[in-house]
């Protein structure tokens, strides 16, 4: 199997990698431009790239090239490397451009109305995997959710035995009224999920989270959930409103801070924060 039928399992098993290649070359060193290695995110590998020191270096750049989801270069100078790599003693230089394979993020959307809706859509062209949930079987159907991964119309006791999220995950709960939100995100604070996002007005929030924690939840749990959910763009319609939430989706994903929250700004503001964007009558 070449390296590019070992890319294609990757992806086909939904696992994480990162393909490394030679890039540039100056002088004499132990492989050729162009040459390819792909790490695994259990650290094995398929292919070269010479061997010896720079494969070991390269390897391990892998890894975090997968976490931060993001392509770097690296730069060798072979008469750098320690003397004892007999694989490196050919005193050239290379670059290697290292990028992640890295199956699209899973996102988890509660609620099939409106902001669903053209949250699905927007998510999808942002490159989610997109599963959307309601118990509502005219809502949560493949007419209104045709780019959708998944759709399903079951209530919250099915959800909990179907869907197990994993650490990779962002659930965005977006459902028609108080009771639904307070009950899906009661369930998401048990999962591993990367990101937690509740739609509603701050009070709201601050009811929920109160009831959660008269409930017994943990106050470090709580501060998980990204609640107002999205940017603060000043979004009103629905369809702004799953913009703003994708984009706060996008920055997760990418380690990015260079938008405030509706979160942060509730918190800023305190229990004045008052009404935000994203109210639940739109939902």
């Known amino acids: 199997m070449d390296i590019y039928d070992e890319i294609s399992a990757l992806k ?24 390819k290695m792909l790490v695994r995110e259990d650290g094995s ?12 270096e390269v390897r391990r750049g892998a890894m975090i090239v997968m976490q931060e989801e993001k392509p770097r270069t690296y730069t060798f100078q072979l008469d750098q490397m320690p003397d004892d790599d007999p694989g490196l003693i050919c005193g050239g230089s290379l670059e290697v451009f290292v990028e992640p394979i890295v199956p699209a993020p899973p996102l988890y959307i509660f609620g099939a109305g409106h902001i669903g809706h053209f949250l699905s859509r927007a998510a999808f062209l942002a490159g989610f995997e997109v599963t959307v949930v309601d118990d509502r079987a005219e809502y949560a159907n493949r007419e209104r959710f045709p780019e959708a991964h998944e759709v399903h119309a079951i209530a919250m006791d099915e959800v909990k035995q179907r869907i197990q999220p994993s650490s990779a995950a962002f ?17 998401a604070l048990g999962t591993e999920a990367r990101y937690i996002g509740m739609i509603g007005s701050a009070r709201k929030v601050l009811t929920v989270f109160q009831q959660l924690e008269n409930e017994g939840a943990k106050h470090e749990a709580l501060e998980r959930v990204y609640a107002p959910i999205g940017l603060d763009i000043a979004a009103i319609t629905p369809e702004e409103i799953a913009v703003s939430i994708v984009a706060e989706l996008i920055a997760v994903r990418r380690g990015s801070r260079t938008a405030p929250s509706l979160r942060e700004r509730m918190r800023n503001k305190g229990s004045k924060a008052g009404a935000v964007a994203n109210l639940d009558s739109i939902k």
């Open 45 to 56: 590998i398929a292919g070269t790239i010479g061997g010896g020191q720079v494969e070991a």
């Open 12 to 35: 086909r098993a939904k696992r994480r990698g990162a393909l490394a290649t030679i890039v540039n070359t100056r002088g004499s060193i132990p492989s050729a431009t162009a040459a």
């Open 171 to 187: 659930i965005a709960i977006v459902t028609r009224g108080h009771r639904q939100d307070l009950e899906v995100l009661r369930w």
